[in-house]
Every structure is written in structure tokens, then in C-alpha cells.
């Protein structure tokens, strides 16, 4: 088994509160899935959109941005999977997907090779 | 744990009417703007760590906060109410002061205030409605237009101008002044009752959303009655009507999603548990002189209600409550109903006489169901053609495809009866 990180980028924030309950219910349910079948290693933590960006070597302090909204990291989950193609098939269920946003899938490097 | 099924959206008319009241109405956008952003926050945590112990305190206690940093932001930007103003104006005050604003009691009333300053008397009854949806209800401008089957556009034009008509009386409704409230109480009604009725009857195609509208309404009549100047004979009257009229909502389509009539549904499947419910509130409005539309309107759904078969219901009953009702609310369709009602106790000639002796029965004419009954009188009487003619007319009214196949099939009925009787068949040459 491998480890992957799974980057969530993007992803519309918009929507009735219906809609967004509905979308809250597919990633619990994706989530779930996930971890009933032993993929998940840490169901990781989401980030604000906001925070400080430190700079270069004169340590320049600002407010970002970041990247383009829609390209902003809103959280990951450390998943584990026999190979890169399986993690990449895993992620496909996830709903971030359905709302303009992208799943980013990152091999984590090992220690031994 | 798993959330309530509408969780999100009680809750996002909870919090903006609170946020509402301490913003003030004139920025109401500010009070949907942090609600937004709390559901955003709800949304990013809990579908990663799962909904909390209590997610109403939860949602609350985070658009406090937001609302705290909106508050800091704002300050100098905008006009808030002089009270608020100065507790805001200093870092000591404010977060102890917004903390005091979401206290238990004072939130207690804070949907009832907002209710009742949806039902502005500058606005007229559809807009009344479409706000209550929208704002306490948490429907989107998107889903309004779906549950009026109208355009995106024109709800969002009505629903803008009512929130400008809201945002000019700068505070909402003072639900303790006794005197306004009662004069106001009745619109309550009046709006709850065309909420409950647009899901009732309503064109939506799709039957969840109606159901959604009538649970809306029983859940803001349910509120009203929690309050003391709210709990009216009136009230409790248009609570068992709702009631006694949800129990039938499962039946009014049949296994294939088809329309079905009163005459034809399958009475062992109303809800007994509604219909005892809509009893027993109706036992309650029977206090003091008050006799309003929604006490005889309940009392013809208990006689429904309480017939096991369509040829038990007492018809001569529901005529007398008919015939009263006429003369509290006056309307084209009280008074067809009445002659179908009259028409089931004497018979199809006497049902068809009195729908023709309607005055004004032209403001019927875009209602599939006057041609329907028309049609069905007819029917009965043997007049298959005639028949044949009303239900083409009724068809083409239809509001939506279970409306259409509904009255398509009675056509079609009526095409075979004709065919297999001799004396039409002559006629028809």
C-alpha cells in the first residue's frame, strides 16, 4: 500500500441551503465510502480560504491571495491505495467534482525505497 | 450522526431573521451574507468531521461570530440601529453586547417577527408568500420559482421589491404590541393558509416540493401557536385544516404518480395520526364567538376525514358549511365547490345547474378543474359529448403533466362511453 494526499482546490461555495446540505451529504457518504474499504489514513482537516503568506528571503508578510479561487486548497485527507491509478480512480467519486472544483492526487514520497 | 432532512434550511431562516433584527432590515443582504458564510463553514467542517452533538447551536453560535466580524468591519461603513451603534463603537462592548443579542430569550421570537414582517401590508399576498418562503423557509429565488412554476426573473423581481419594502420600516414587527398584532394577525393567517394551499393544490409537477410547502406552512402555524397572542380560535382552526387536509396528501396520486380524485382514493391509506391531530386542534378552536373560513373549511375536511367510503360522506353537512362559508369569503371556487358538493347530494342536474348559476364563474374560466366538473356533471348525466367537450377544455388548462393525464383519461372515458351508446352515436352523425 501506498500513501497519497488528496488536495481539494476550487469548488463552488454557492447554493440554497438545500443544495448545500445535499453536496455536505454526498462527501460524508464519499467519505465514508472510502474509509469503510480502508483508504483512508487521516480524514485531514479543511483550511480557511484565508490566512498570511510569508515571502522570500526579506520574510514579506501579506494577506495573499493565494491563488485564484478557484484554485485555492480547501483541504485534503491522506488516503492509501495500492498504486497512483487507484488513488486517481478513488477520487473520482468525490463531489468537489459536480461543483467546478478539482481533486488534486499527490504520491507521498517514501522513506525506504 | 445524520442531519434532519431539512436541516440547512430551518435553520438558515432562523438565523436570518435574528441577524435581521440586530442588523436591522435595511440590511437584511448584510444578515443573509453572514448567514451564507456560516453554512459555507458548516459545510467545509462537517462534511469532514460530521455533523456536531447540536448542530442548531452550533450554526448559531458560528454566525455570531461572523456576525461579531461583520459588526467590527462594518462600523464605520454603515448605519445600524443608535442601541447597536454604540455597543459596537468599542472593542468593550461588542462581543459582550452580541453575545447579550443571541441570548436564549432573545431569540425566542425572532421567526414569529420575522412572519409577521413578511406580511407587510404593502405587499400583496403572492409577495407575502414567495418572502415567507425565502427568507424563513431558506428556499432560494431558483426554488420559489420552481414551487410557483414561475420564471427565475419574475420571482426575483417580487422578492427584491418586498425585501425594499421590508428594508423601509427599518425594525422588524414588535410581536409583543398586542394591538397591532392582532390587527396584523389575520394577513399571518392568510399567507400560511395560501402556503399550505400552493402546496395543496398548487401546479409544481413534482410532488415533493408540494409537500415540502405544505410542511412549511404546518411548521409556521405550529409556530404561531406557540404564541400566546397567536394561539387564536382562528389559528388552531387553520392548523386542523392543514392537518386533516395533509393526511390525504399521500393519496392524491396514486402508485403510478397519477392524479387521483377525492371519489377515487384509497381511504385506508389517509394518515390517522394527521387526521386525529387535525380533530383535536380543531376541538380546540371551538372557543369563544369566532367563526372563521378556516373553521368551516376544517370542518368540511373532518367530514371527508371521517367518511370510510366516498358514498358515506355526509353531503347535506357539507353543503350547510358550504353555504356559510359563502358567506364569509365570497369566491368563485367556494362557490363551485359548493355546487359540487350539491351536486353529489341531488344529483348531476341539480350539480350542473347550480355551477352555471354561478355569477361570476367567468374568473373560472382558467381553471382547469370548473371545466372538469363541468365535464363529470355531465358525464353522469349521460351527455357524453358535452362531457367530451369540458374535459378537452380542462385538459388544455392543465398546469402540469399529472393535471394533464388526469383529465386526458377522463376524456378518454368519455370518447368510449360515447362510442358505446347508441342515442350519442345518432347524435354524432
Not at chain 2, 180 to 187: G, M
Not at chain 2, 307 to 316: F, I, L, R, S, Y
Request: a neutral charge; charged letters at 25%; glycine letters at 6%.
Amino acid at each position: 500500500m501506498s500513501e497519497f494526499v488528496f488536495l481539494y482546490r476550487g469548488g463552488s461555495r454557492d447554493g440554497s441551503p438545500a443544495e448545500m446540505q445535499q453536496v455536505m451529504q454526498k462527501w460524508m457518504n464519499w467519505l465514508k465510502g472510502l474509509g469503510d474499504k480502508g483508504h483512508i489514513k487521516d480524514q485531514g482537516q479543511p483550511l480557511e480560504r484565508s490566512g498570511r503568506l510569508v515571502k522570500g528571503k526579506q520574510k514579506t508578510v501579506t494577506d495573499g491571495p493565494f491563488a485564484e479561487a478557484k484554485d485555492i486548497v480547501g483541504g485534503y485527507t491522506l488516503i492509501e491505495a495500492r498504486d497512483l491509478d487507484q488513488a486517481v480512480e478513488l477520487s473520482k467519486g468525490c463531489p468537489i467534482l459536480e461543483r467546478d472544483g478539482a481533486v488534486e492526487v499527490r504520491p507521498v514520497m517514501k522513506m525506504s525505497m | 450522526m445524520e442531519p434532519s432532512e431539512h436541516l440547512f434550511r430551518h435553520e438558515a431562516g432562523r438565523m436570518v431573521a435574528t441577524l435581521t433584527r440586530i442588523f436591522g432590515t435595511h440590511n437584511m443582504a448584510l444578515a443573509e451574507d453572514v448567514v451564507q458564510d456560516a453554512f459555507c463553514r458548516a459545510f467545509e467542517v462537517w462534511k469532514v468531521r460530521g455533523v456536531p452533538e447540536n448542530p442548531s447551536a452550533w450554526l448559531m453560535a458560528t454566525a455570531k461570530n461572523r456576525a461579531i466580524d461583520a459588526l467590527r468591519r462594518e462600523r464605520t461603513a454603515r448605519t445600524f440601529e443608535p442601541e447597536l451603534s454604540r455597543l459596537i463603537h468599542s472593542e468593550w462592548t461588542l462581543a459582550p453586547g452580541v453575545e447579550a443579542l443571541f441570548s436564549e430569550n432573545a431569540i425566542k421570537d425572532d421567526l414569529l417577527r420575522m412572519m409577521f414582517s413578511c406580511c407587510h401590508p404593502r405587499l400583496g399576498e403572492e409577495a407575502q408568500v414567495a418572502l415567507m418562503l425565502n427568507i424563513l423557509c431558506g428556499f432560494s429565488v431558483g426554488e420559489v420559482a420552481g414551487a410557483f412554476v414561475s420564471t427565475h426573473s419574475a420571482i426575483e423581481k417580487r422578492i427584491s421589491r418586498a425585501k425594499r419594502v421590508l428594508a423601509s420600516s427599518k425594525k422588524l414587527f414588535d410581536v409583543s404590541a398586542g394591538a397591532e398584532f392582532s390587527s396584523r394577525l389575520p394577513a399571518v393567517q392568510r399567507a400560511l393558509y395560501l402556503l399550505f394551499n400552493e402546496g395543496y393544490h398548487g401546479a409544481s409537477p413534482e410532488s415533493a416540493v408540494r409537500a415540502d410547502l405544505c410542511h412549511e406552512a404546518v411548521r409556521l402555524t405550529a409556530i404561531l401557536l406557540q404564541h400566546p397572542l397567536g394561539a387564536t380560535p382562528g389559528t388552531y382552526a387553520l392548523a386542523a385544516l392543514m392537518h386533516l387536509d395533509a393526511a390525504r396528501l399521500p393519496t392524491r396520486t396514486d402508485s403510478s404518480g397519477n392524479l387521483s380524485s377525492l371519489f377515487d382514493q384509497d381511504r385506508s391509506l389517509w394518515d390517522s395520526h394527521l387526521i386525529a391531530e387535525g380533530q383535536r386542534l380543531l376541538d380546540l378552536s371551538a372557543t369563544g364567538p369566532d367563526l372563521t373560513e378556516y373553521h368551516l373549511e376544517a370542518a368540511i375536511a373532518r367530514v371527508h376525514s371521517t367518511a370510510g367510503k366516498t358514498e358515506d360522506t355526509n353531503w347535506g353537512h357539507i353543503v350547510s358549511l358550504y353555504d356559510k362559508l359563502m358567506t364569509i369569503r365570497h369566491s368563485p371556487v367556494v362557490a363551485l365547490n359548493r355546487a359540487i358538493a350539491l351536486g353529489q347530494l341531488e344529483g348531476p342536474a341539480r350539480g350542473l345547474e347550480e355551477i352555471l348559476a354561478i355569477t361570476d364563474r367567468d374568473r373560472l374560466t382558467a381553471y382547469p378543474f370548473y371545466f372538469a366538473a363541468l365535464g363529470e356533471f355531465q358525464f353522469r348525466t349521460g351527455s357524453y359529448d358535452l362531457a367530451r367537450e369540458q374535459f378537452l377544455k380542462a385538459r388544455d388548462l392543465a398546469r402540469n403533466p399529472m393535471e394533464r393525464n388526469f383529465l386526458e383519461a377522463r376524456f378518454q372515458a368519455c370518447e368510449r362511453a360515447a362510442i358505446l351508446t347508441p342515442v350519442s352515436a345518432i347524435a354524432r352523425k
